[in-house]
């Protein structure tokens, strides 16, 4: 099965102003899969699915580096357009930000677990 990148329609439209050239991943770094979060951990979750979801976060954040490498692999392309540059840019910025959401989500919970510990321990 092939997954195929989906970038906001407003990313591919728009246009870098310093020449002009529209902004789209270049064709190479569309084969790149970016990977699906893992579903997020609950407030109220164990410790035993906190440690399942610490290896499904761990194995994201493979797959996000993964994910990069290729990115960094198209940007080898000698003939690269502004444009392409900045897509190249935004879709590594966003794998960031979507790998920082996937961690703070899994450390409120690690947080909720360990206030209930407290809880219980007085």
Do not use: W
Request: glycine share 2%; with cysteine.
């Amino acid at each position: 099965m092939r997954k195929f990148l989906i970038l906001p329609l407003a990313l591919l439209a728009c246009s870098a102003a310093a020449d002009e050239s529209t902004v789209i991943l270049p064709l190479e770094a569309q084969t790149c899969n970016l990977p699906s979060a893992p579903a997020r951990v609950a407030k109220d979750a164990t410790y035993e699915d906190l440690v399942e979801a610490k290896g499904d976060i761990s194995q994201f954040q493979a797959d996000m580096e993964r994910y990069r490498a290729c990115l960094d692999k198209s940007r080898e392309d000698v003939n690269l357009t502004e444009g392409n540059e900045v897509a190249l840019n935004e879709a590594h910025n966003y794998s960031v930000e979507m790998e920082e959401r996937v961690a703070e989500q899994f450390n409120v919970a690690v947080r909720a677990y360990k206030e209930r510990q407290a809880e219980q321990a007085e």
